[in-house]
């Protein structure tokens, strides 16, 4: 399958690269740098995605010229570190408009929708498959696709800090570092810089903590209300879940954020929980220890107890 998708991103003048909704820096930074990569080749390649993305990780060279999805249509559409076709929001009607497709991702819960596909759930980062199959291919990083796909095998892997992490993934990181990736901005930016607005969120969030099941359930809450009387963006309430982690006796944390008409979840967990499992009841998905889902027309209270209870389940 490797040698296929190899012949299908070759055989491409266009592709369209397709990012998840909500998008984190390993879908973002791994479609980006295989951007660079492909159009060192001579190709056209453009990113794709429904949301916008994320101001803090605009320092990096690429992501501001992400698009919103249109009618264009490429010779091969690739979804990058989306673990469904819903995933994609209204990115996936560019998807089904190309004339062929293909997809890479590490995601556990995935299952193919593409005839071209490379999945890979041991690795750490979908950005760390983008790494090795340009090394099996024998395709150069750019420097600016070297930044970002370390800052996305940097992202979800808690900076190199989670148990998915293996000497692969810090061969891959090596390799984008050997490129010219800056491992000291990447870490600058994303784990040392916040906004007040970020700031502010955590002392409220924190501030309403919930403990269950004896101490070993955080729940958070991020109200609708919150983010207008702090002045803060959805963006400013992320990350703030693995703060209920880092509680001494905490084994699973959950962290929902209301936004109008849904609200949304996400888990985190020590081993040997599998938060993924939780997730998929509820329609979500991703890995064992990190993963989320969304509840459509709940209140946050009844969103909160039917996750507490999942928690309860395979904690006790």
């Avoid at 998915?164 to 784990?191: H, K, M, N, P």
Wanted: some cysteine; proline content about 3%.
């Amino acid at each position: 399958m490797i040698a296929r998708l190899k012949a299908a991103l070759e055989g491409a003048q266009s592709v369209a690269l397709v990012c998840h909704l909500s998008p984190d820096m390993d879908t973002l930074g791994s479609a980006v740098a295989l951007r660079y990569i492909l159009e060192a080749q001579g190709k056209r390649a453009v990113v794709y995605d429904q949301d916008e993305v994320p101001e803090r990780y605009l320092f990096l060279e690429g992501l501001d010229a992400v698009r919103r999805p249109d009618g264009e249509v490429y010779d091969l559409a690739l979804a990058v570190d989306v673990s469904d076709e819903a995933r994609m929001g209204e990115a996936a009607r560019v998807f089904a408009a190309a004339r062929s497709r293909a997809m890479i991702d590490h995601h556990r819960t995935t299952a193919p929708f593409a005839p071209v596909y490379v999945l890979r759930p041991e690795a750490a980062a979908t950005a760390q498959i983008v790494a090795e199959l340009c090394a099996y291919f024998g395709w150069e990083i750019p420097q600016p696709a070297a930044m970002c796909l370390c800052a996305g095998m940097s992202t979800d892997t808690g900076n190199f800090s989670f148990d998915s992490v293996t000497g692969d993934t810090f061969r891959a990181a090596g390799a984008c570092v050997d490129r010219g990736a800056r491992v000291s901005a990447i870490t600058e930016r994303l784990y040392r810089t916040s906004t007040l607005g970020h700031v502010r969120m955590m002392g409220r969030v924190l501030n309403g903590l919930e403990m269950r099941c004896g101490g070993k359930i955080a729940l958070l809450c991020a109200r609708q209300s919150d983010f207008a009387e702090l002045n803060a963006t959805r963006e400013d309430a992320e990350g703030i879940v693995n703060l209920g982690l880092e509680i001494e006796g905490v084994q699973a944390a959950a962290l929902l954020t209301e936004r109008e008409g849904l609200i949304k979840c996400s888990l985190r967990a020590k081993e040997p929980l599998d938060v993924s499992a939780v997730a998929s009841r509820f329609g979500g998905g991703g890995h064992i220890r990190a993963a989320g889902c969304s509840f459509e027309g709940a209140a946050l209270e009844e969103a909160r107890e039917r996750i507490a209870r999942a928690l309860e389940e395979i904690v006790s």
